[in-house]
Every structure is written in structure tokens, then in C-alpha cells.
């Protein structure tokens, strides 16, 4: 705002005048830049959009390259010029660990204030998280998409003590939010989940006084390309948000158009400007959290935000007047700030050639699990490097699934569950083939019909860019909560490991996992060659149809240092196991493996359940219950 007045100066000054004038400000200018790199540029600094963070023995993976599982193309900001960011002289680099044998700094060290946020800073702005223990693969999954595109000016806020010491052990910039947070999971809806988004809300409120631009994130959500040249595309805006749009409102990198979103505003990501409309609205958002706690934050913000929504700030900017009819509110769009369901069901980016900046892992059914496990089978979660090669090895099978089931006939009902319930029968094959060998199974991609809401709805949504049959996310049919959670050995039996699909396409993946491997083909019983422990001189293993657990064991006792095994097929490898208990064992812990689809319109209950042995029931067929009474998982 310094520059307004010598420039209105000069529209109003005499030609020679004018001229003279342009000229000294043009030298102010690149005098300026020159002067502000040379204080505020760190001697390491480039002008490259990557960075390598030091290694570290103790540290996350660090894969060479940002990873995904589907195509991108660059289509914007590719013919402007990077600048140099203006970075605080105190901004320190992140991942480099404290000296060995020091000692951890005084909590009072760590307190909130304006100057602990300056040490981080950059152009004014920072990108903050939060969050408690339980989250700390996220956060560091956060942090490590950030560096690595060359975004340093970020804090985490850490909600208990342990993850605080975690991070500042690790050379992550984090401060200590005082909020005394357990350091367990505390499941999405809680009382405490609640609690936290309402810590959120009150440190909004007390970074904006200091008068930074906050680039607000939740933990489960990952940068996929550097925002802040986006967010820089729209000054006058107070605040910029994601929401759960499912439809495209624009076919480009514009900001959604606000007259066409009907879906919530989410405030998983979000920027704020220190103007006096924003700290306004997030006094009035804290005042209104805390007076009722049992306003969930984000339908508060959605409430103040809609109090009033128009008009367009002008034509070009794609900015609304809200809230109090001063603030400019800008809808980042939903194709390339990414929910759970723009990204992972629809690939909307992908089908509109674009490149997706974020992925909120929104609109999916299997808690932090389930989160956790899109963000995998995105391979944009980074896990350390034992979580490639788990002991015991790995299991992995090509699945079949005919042509008609595919893409014969309508999508409806009856052809998803067919051809779900076709693709699942390999699935409990491959799990007990898994739980014989004590190894972990490589989930196939899952292809699905139709979509899976909370809500009724005709199969695909309307105007969405879904496109059946598509590779659906594995929290669609398997409750990958429960896969993963202890479970006792004396109903249940031992535990069987996963992993996602496109696990073997991450380049975390080990050579030397790669390179350790079996493939096994099945083959008929008595046919020339095909007994146990029959392999060929290509080092294929002949293992015969419908073998018992016995058979398994024999054919597979020599190949237990081998890291991968794969099967040409799942369909008929497995008889039973020896052990009828062992038997019962099994089919009780896998049948809790699947959920429901949902939902069926117009009718209540409308969800209908899956059934792991769907195949032994003459006469199955998908459908919801017919009562309350009958709303029970089949077992």
C-alpha cells in the first residue's frame, strides 16, 4: 500500500516530470529487490522448487521423487518467473536435527507468540498444522511434501507434550499449543475430536493480531504442488477456502464459482489474511465455539460465513462478498484442492488436465485407518523403510474378473455387488493363503459400479465426473479399521497384515525387494508337472488347485527368505485349513472384514450390507434390511 500515493503522484505530474519520477522508483524497485535478497535470502537459498532435506538415520523415508498414482500434466503457472522468496533472517532449516547429547529447550521456549511465528515466516506469510501423537506420521508426511517443493515457512502445532518432543527431535519447527491432548487416536465425532477443532479455531484467532497471512491445514491433507503462488493470484481476497464440492464448477485452475456451490465450506484447508474483516470473523467464529460446544467448528464457520453471500466482488476475481458483507471469501476449486472424493473416486484433476495442488482425505469410512491407507494407495503417504519389506515377505496375486462383470450391462445394484462380490471371493483366498504363510497381503485394486455416500443417491452423482467401472478406494467395501486393529488370537486367530495395491509402484519400493521374488502358477492336480514343490527352470513354482493348508506349508518351506510372492491367480488355490478351529478362527475374523454399501434412495434402513460368504447362501441377493430388526452385519 506504500507504493499508491507516488504512483497517483505520477498519473497527475507533467510528461519530463513523469518520466523522471518512473525512472527513479524503476531504480527504488530493483535496488529493493536486490537489497531485501541479500538480507533475507539464506546463503543456501535457491530459486528451485525442490529442496533434499540432510538425511537422517531416524527420519522418514525420503522417496527421490513426490509420488502418484495417477497422471499429471503441468498446465499452469508455467510461464511465470519464480521469484525469490523474502525469508526471515531466523528461519532455520527444517529436518536438521539438534546436536547429539543436548538437551531439549524449556517448554516456556515453545509458548505461541508473534515472535516464534516471525522465525518461520516468508513474504508474510505461514502454513501451520496441528495435531496430537497420533497423527505424527501425518504431520511428517505434511512436512515432507512441504520441503519438498522448496515451502520451509511452516509451524506445527502440537497438542500434547510427546509429540512436541517428537518433532523438535526430528528439526520440525513446532510450538506447544498447551492443550494437554491425549496422545491416542480420538476417533472422528468425539467429544475431543470436537475439542480440537476448536483449538483450531482459537489459534486462528491469535495468529492473525500478529499480522501474518495463515495458510491453515488439517493433518490429514498433503500438499501436492506449492500453493502459495495460487493463494498469491488473489490479494485482495480475506479468505480462501476448500469446501466438499462434488460437482466442477469451472473446467480450469479459477476459483470455483460461488453461485453454483451448494456443498459445505471445508475448513480443512484454508488461508487467512490479517485484515480487519478476517480477525473480525475469527473473533466472532472463537465466540460462537466456545459459548456452545456443541457447535462443531466447521458448521459454525459455514453459518457466520453464509450469514450473507453476495454479490461477486467483481467480474474477473471469482471473489464474493460474506459474512458481514465486507469480507472477500474465495472458494479454492474442488478439482485441484482435492476432497477424498474429487481425488480419489473421480481423478477430477485428472480427467480436466489438471495438476492437483492438495488431497484432503475426506469422504471415507474407515477412520484414521482409512485415511491413512488412500493416501498409500495415492503413494503420497511416506512410511519408513521397513514398512516395504515386512517379515515374513509379502503375498500378491493378478486378479481375474470376466469382461461382462467389467463392463457389460447398466450400473446398478445387482451388477456392482456381482462384481464386488466376484472380485472379494479371490480376496478371502488370498487371506487365508496370507494367514498359512504368515505373510502380507498386497490388496488388489478394487473395482466398483457405484459409489459409496452416507446418504441415498442414485449411484454416481450427478453431474460428478465419476466414471464407472473405476478403481475404488479400498475403505468403499473393506473396513480397514477393523483389518488392522488387535484382535483376540482365541476367536479370531493371528493377524493378517496388509498392504495397498500400488504399493510395488512406489518409488520407496526397495530393488531388493523387487528382486526377491516367486511367481507361483496354479495348475490341475495330476496334470505332467504340477505337484508340490514342482519348479520349473524359469524358477516358476507349479503348486496344484485347491491345495490344503498342509500343501501350502510344504510347498512354501524352502521359500521363506524370499521377499515377494506372487500367484497367477487366487481362484481355486486354497481348500481349507487342517484345523477345524483354526478354520472357525478365520471365518470369524474375515466376515468383520467388509462393511456396507450406501446407500439405496428412499428407503430406511438403505444401506446394504456385503457378505464375505455371500456364495454359501443360495439365493443371495443385495439388498437393505427390511427393518430396524434386521439392520445386523451377516454374522
Known amino acids: 500500500m506504500a507504493w499508491e500515493n507516488p504512483f497517483k503522484e505520477m498519473a497527475n505530474s507533467k510528461p519530463l516530470f513523469l518520466t523522471i519520477y518512473a525512472t527513479v522508483l524503476i531504480?527504488?524497485?530493483?535496488?529493493s529487490v536486490y537489497v531485501f535478497s541479500a538480507i533475507y535470502s539464506s546463503p543456501n537459498s535457491t530459486f528451485s522448487l525442490s529442496i533434499a532435506p540432510s538425511a537422517s538415520s531416524d527420519k522418514i523415508a525420503e522417496p527421490s521423487v513426490q509420488a502418484s498414482n495417477f497422471s499429471h500434466r503441468q498446465v499452469d503457472d508455467v510461464s511465470i518467473p519464480v521469484k525469490p522468496q523474502l525469508r526471515s533472517k531466523l528461519l532455520k532449516p527444517i529436518w536438521k536435527v539438534p546436536p547429539e547429547g543436548s538437551k531439549m529447550p524449556d517448554l516456556e521456549t515453545f509458548k505461541l507468540s508473534k515472535e516464534l511465528v516471525q522465525e518461520r515466516v516468508t513474504d508474510n506469510i505461514v502454513v501451520v498444522t496441528f495435531g496430537n501423537y497420533a497423527f505424527m506420521d501425518f504431520i511428517l508426511t505434511w512436512v515432507k511434501h512441504l520441503t519438498d517443493m522448496g515451502?520451509?515457512?511452516?509451524?506445527v502445532g502440537a497438542m500434547d507434550t510427546k509429540l512436541l518432543e517428537a518433532l523438535y527431535w526430528k528439526g520440525v519447527p513446532a510450538f506447544d499449543m498447551g492443550s494437554h491432548m491425549s496422545t491416542v487416536d480420538v476417533g472422528w465425532g468425539s467429544p475431543t475430536f470436537h475439542k480440537m477443532g476448536r483449538e483450531k479455531v482459537v489459534l486462528i484467532d491469535s495468529i492473525l493480531p500478529y499480522g501474518f497471512e495463515l495458510l491453515m491445514c488439517d493433518t490429514d491433507m498433503v500438499w501436492l504442488k506449492n500453493p502459495l503462488p495460487y493463494i498469491a493470484r488473489f490479494p485482495e481476497a480475506d479468505v480462501l477456502t476448500s469446501?466438499?464440492?462434488?460437482?466442477?464448477?469451472?473446467?480450469?485452475?479459477?476459483?470455483?464459482?460461488?453461485?453454483?456451490?451448494?456443498?459445505?465450506?471445508?475448513?480443512?484447508?484454508?488461508?487467512w489474511r490479517a485484515t480487519e474483516s478476517a480477525k473480525k470473523l475469527a473473533r466472532e467464529w472463537k465466540e460462537m465455539i466456545l459459548a456452545d460446544d456443541k457447535i462443531w467448528d466447521q458448521n459454525g464457520f459455514n453459518e457466520l460465513v453464509r450469514r450473507q453471500l453476495g454479490p461477486s466482488v467483481d467480474d474477473d476475481s471469482g471473489l464474493v462478498y460474506a459474512y458481514d458483507g465486507n469480507l472477500k471469501l474465495g472458494l479454492l476449486p474442488a478439482s485441484i484442492f482435492c476432497s477424498g472424493h474429487t481425488y480419489f473416486v473421480q481423478a477430477m484433476f485428472q480427467h480436466l488436465r489438471l495438476e492437483a495442488y492438495a488431497v484432503h482425505t475426506t469422504f471415507q469410512y474407515a477412520g484414521t485407518e482409512g485415511k491413512r491407507h488412500r493416501l498409500r494407495e495415492g503413494m503420497v503417504f511416506y512410511d519408513p523403510p521397513e514398512y516395504y519389506n515386512p517379515p515374513g515377505g509379502l503375498l500378491t496375486f493378478k486378479p481375474s474378473i470376466p469382461k461382462n462383470l467389467l463392463l457389460d450391462g447398466e450400473h446398478t445394484i445387482d451388477t456392482h455387488f456381482t462384481l464386488v462380490n466376484y472380485q472379494m471371493k479371490q480376496i478371502r483366498t488370498a487371506l487365508a493363503v496370507a494367514s498359512v504363510l504368515n505373510r502380507t497381503l498386497v490388496m488388489p485394486p478394487l473395482w466398483c459400479r457405484l459409489d459409496r455416500l452416507w446418504f441415498g443417491h442414485p449411484g454416481i452423482l450427478p453431474g460428478s465426473l465419476t466414471r464407472p467401472p473405476f478403481v475404488c478406494p479400498l475403505d468403499h467395501v473393506f473396513e480397514i479399521n477393523v483389518m488392522l486393529k488387535e484382535m483376540a488370537n482365541e476367536e479370531f486367530g493371528p493377524g493378517i497384515n496388509i498392504r495397498e495395491y500400488s504399493l510395488f509402484e512406489n518409488p520407496s519400493m526397495p530393488q531388493e525387494v523387487k528382486k526377491s521374488w516367486l511367481d507361483v502358477h496354479l495348475c490341475q492336480e495330476g496334470s505332467p508337472g504340477c505337484q508340490v514343490n514342482s519348479t520349473s527352470q524359469s524358477g516358476v513354482l507349479k503348486l496344484p488347485k485347491h491345495s490344503t493348508e498342509e500343501m501350502l506349508k510344504t510347498a512354501f518351506s524352502k521359500f521363506k527368505d524370499v521377499k515377494v510372492i506372487q500367484f497367477s491367480s487366487m481362484q481355486d488355490a486354497f481348500d481349507r485349513f487342517t484345523d477345524k478351529t483354526r478354520e472357525e478362527q478365520f471365518r470369524n475374523r474375515v466376515k468383520r472384514y467388509v462393511g456396507i454399501w450406501c446407500c439405496v434412495e428412499n428407503h430406511t434402513p438403505g444401506h446394504i450390507y456385503y457378505d464375505m460368504y455371500w456364495d454359501e447362501k443360495p439365493g443371495w441377493k443385495a439388498a437393505p434390511p427390511n427393518s430396524t430388526e434386521d439392520d445386523h452385519p451377516p454374522w
Not at 531504480?27 to 535496488?31: E, H, L, Q, R, T
Not at 466438499?244 to 459445505?264: C, E, I, K
Open 151 to 155: 515451502v520451509e515457512n511452516l509451524l
Open 243 to 271: 469446501t466438499d464440492q462434488v460437482v466442477p464448477t469451472v473446467t480450469d485452475d479459477r476459483l470455483d464459482l460461488w453461485q453454483q456451490v451448494g456443498a459445505a465450506y471445508n475448513i480443512g484447508i484454508f488461508h
Open 27 to 31: 531504480g527504488i524497485v530493483f535496488s
